[in-house]
Each structure stands twice: as structure tokens, then as C-alpha cells.
């Protein structure tokens, strides 16, 4: 059992933070953080395909930690986990993810992203009414969203900011887009504690494989070829998770209800030079006698709707709550390359099973997995 109270953070009251999606890659990395600074923290995952509790393996036994398996989407078991626990802050990672999934399965992420959302809005929003007004003044809905919603940057068009008019370009950015707009919604409705983030592309440990970089470094290993989509010009922003979970800590200390914060790495690549770093950097790390790395790349379809180029400005939360990167893109990628190599148990026991099968049945051609 958790206790009451939670060891307090410099400057501040007792936290109590409810986690969605925390069993997934940047839930996990704030999780791993939170209770890392004494926080009690209850962990709701579903544990599809990219939830894995081994992320949070650390934390077993940890009085300051509980793990709920569950779906944002059932009202019921949402109001019963806040009315138990009532948190102080929650935070929302729970979404699918994954451009190619959301092409090939969209009403998977409508359900998810859209109806979980509202869901899980609607629950907070019925037990946050009966909190004591000093209760509801300081508690916290943070909502962690995408720089995909704002649509796609031609070469030199200047990064996307907060007022930047959302433009979606797939499925899944579609159905984030629709979760912003209903979180927002239920600020200005009902005055519900709303803070939203737009972040760039994360890169980090624990990531699930099916994403660009992991998944370089899997087939990689493997001596697998490493298919890159068109002609590897599109770029990205890339951003280091814990620099991303300590821009998500400071918005929900300092951040303002009812304003959005964009976290962007300053890191602008095409996919073409992020594969050829992470090839150096396994060429450093674990040579192949076969030769380098970047022999395997190859170059297949472009992917139906590819954004050209995100980017995003991140002076407003810079300006505002002080938030500074701490990892450059080059060292950053190199050590999580280093950690994928020391890792293998976690990233072979994340390749089997349901990830198997899916990749099957989707990508019966390897040459297309990208």
C-alpha cells in the first residue's frame, strides 16, 4: 500500500501522481523518475504491445509504487482508482503511437486516443467536482502529446510554436489532435486543471523496436538490412526522453491550467544521418567483421501521407518555467545505443510474442519494416 503522503519535492506540497501509459516508454522513464525523488506514484497501463512492465522492474517492492493494469477508456474503473488513491497530479501517456499501426488499423487509435481520452476526462472531471476547493485548486491533468499535429514544415519554414494551427496529416496525429482539442475543451467548459505538452520525437532507453532508432539498432545487430522510407530526406527533432520527463515535471509545477508547452530537442536531422550516426556509433561500439553498419541501409517505398520535416520551438517553456536540454543529439544517441548493446535480455524479450505476430502479419516483406 502507498503511502498517504509522499516525501515533498524542493518548493513544494506532497505529490501523488496517477500515471497512464506509465508502463510504455516515456511513462516509464517519468515514473522511474518520480519515485526516484520520493513521490508515490500509481502506475494504470494496459499492457498491449508496447506496454512492458519490465521498465518498471526497478520498482518492484517499492512501497512508493503500485501497478494497476487498465484501460483509460472504462469510466468505472478510472473513478474507483482516483477515488482510492486521489492523486494530486495525473498525467496521461496512454496513447497508441505508431504512424504505420494508424494506417493500417486507425479505429484502433480513434478508440484509444480519441474515446480513451474523453473517457478518462469524463472520470477526473466527476471526482475533481467533489474534491474540497483546496484539493481542486491544486490538482494537476497533464496531457503529453505530439509535434505531428501541427502537420509538416517545408525546408526553412520557421518550428512549430503553441499557436501554430493544427494541420494532421495521418490517422495517428489525427486522433491526437481530437485528445488535445478535448482536453483543452475541458478547461475552457468545465475548468478543469488542463496542461498540455507537444513534444518532438523521442529517442532514449526502453524504447519499443518498432520506432526508427531501436529498431536500427535490432536489425542492426542481426545484420539485417535497414530499410529507410524514400529517399531518407525527412527530417525530425529529435529529443533525449529525460529531458522530455523534466520538461513534463517542471509544467506541472509551474506550468499555467489551460496553456500548452511545445519540447523540442533542437535537434533537426534528416533519417537518413540519424541511421548513418547510429551505425558509427555501433561501429565504435561493437565492430562486425563483415564491415560497417551503414552497408545495410536500404531504401525502399515512401510511406503513404510521410510528413516532410516537424520541428519545434521550445522558447515558450524555456522562457516561462526555465526548462533547459541537457543532452546533445550525438552523445545522447550514443549512449542509448550503448544501452540498447547491454541490454539484449530486454530487447529480445520485447521482439517476442504479440510484436512477432504483428510484425508478421503487416510487414510480410522485411525489406518494408521501417
Not at 467536482?129 to 519554414?157: C, I, M, N, Q
Request: charged share 25%; hydrophobic share 40%; glycine share 8%.
Amino acid at each position: 500500500m502507498i503511502p498517504a503522503i509522499s516525501r515533498r519535492e524542493t518548493g513544494g506540497a506532497p505529490k501523488k501522481y496517477l500515471v497512464t501509459g506509465g508502463a510504455g516508454f516515456i511513462g516509464s522513464c517519468f515514473v522511474l523518475g518520480a519515485v526516484s525523488r520520493g513521490t508515490a506514484t500509481l502506475t494504470l497501463d494496459k499492457l498491449c504491445y508496447s506496454g512492458n512492465l519490465l521498465n518498471l522492474l526497478s520498482l518492484k517492492d517499492n512501497p512508493l509504487h503500485r501497478f494497476e493494469r487498465g484501460d483509460i477508456g472504462d469510466f468505472s474503473f478510472i473513478l474507483s482508482l482516483l477515488e482510492d488513491f486521489r492523486p494530486d497530479a495525473l498525467i496521461n501517456f496512454a496513447a497508441e503511437s505508431h504512424v504505420d499501426r494508424s494506417i493500417l488499423a486507425p479505429e484502433d487509435f480513434v478508440r484509444t486516443n480519441v474515446l480513451g481520452t474523453h473517457s478518462l476526462l469524463a472520470a477526473v472531471l466527476a471526482w475533481w467536482k467533489k474534491l474540497p476547493a483546496g484539493a481542486a485548486e491544486k490538482f494537476r491533468f497533464l496531457h503529453v502529446s505530439t509535434d505531428e499535429v501541427f502537420g509538416s514544415l517545408r525546408a526553412g519554414e520557421p518550428a512549430f510554436t503553441e499557436s501554430t494551427p493544427y494541420a494532421p496529416n495521418s490517422p495517428y496525429s489525427a486522433s491526437k489532435a481530437a485528445s488535445d482539442h478535448f482536453a483543452r475543451a475541458y478547461h475552457a467548459t468545465y475548468g478543469l486543471p488542463v496542461l498540455i505538452t507537444n513534444c518532438s520525437n523521442n529517442y532514449g532507453p526502453r524504447q519499443f523496436p518498432e520506432k526508427l532508432i531501436p529498431l536500427v539498432i535490432a536489425r542492426a545487430m542481426r545484420r539485417e538490412s535497414l530499410p529507410l522510407y524514400g529517399n531518407g530526406e525527412n527530417i525530425r527533432d529529435w529529443l533525449h526522453v529525460e529531458d522530455h520527463c523534466a520538461a513534463i515535471k517542471l509544467v506541472l509545477n509551474r506550468g499555467t491550467p489551460g496553456e500548452t508547452y511545445n519540447v523540442g530537442g533542437q535537434a533537426e536531422r534528416r533519417n537518413i544521418d540519424v541511421v548513418r550516426t547510429v551505425c558509427s556509433a555501433l561501429d565504435e561500439l561493437r565492430p562486425h567483421p563483415d564491415g560497417p553498419y551503414a552497408g545495410l541501409i536500404r531504401f525502399v517505398a515512401d510511406r503513404a501521407g510521410h510528413d516532410f520535416r516537424y520541428a519545434v520551438n521550445s522558447a515558450k517553456i524555456e522562457r516561462e518555467l526555465g526548462w533547459k536540454r541537457k543532452f546533445g543529439f550525438e552523445q545522447g544517441l550514443r549512449e542509448t545505443v550503448l544501452w540498447y548493446l547491454e541490454n539484449p535480455d530486454w530487447l529480445a524479450a520485447v521482439q517476442s510474442g504479440a510484436y512477432r505476430d504483428w510484425i508478421r502479419k503487416n510487414y510480410p516483406d522485411p525489406e518494408a519494416v521501417s
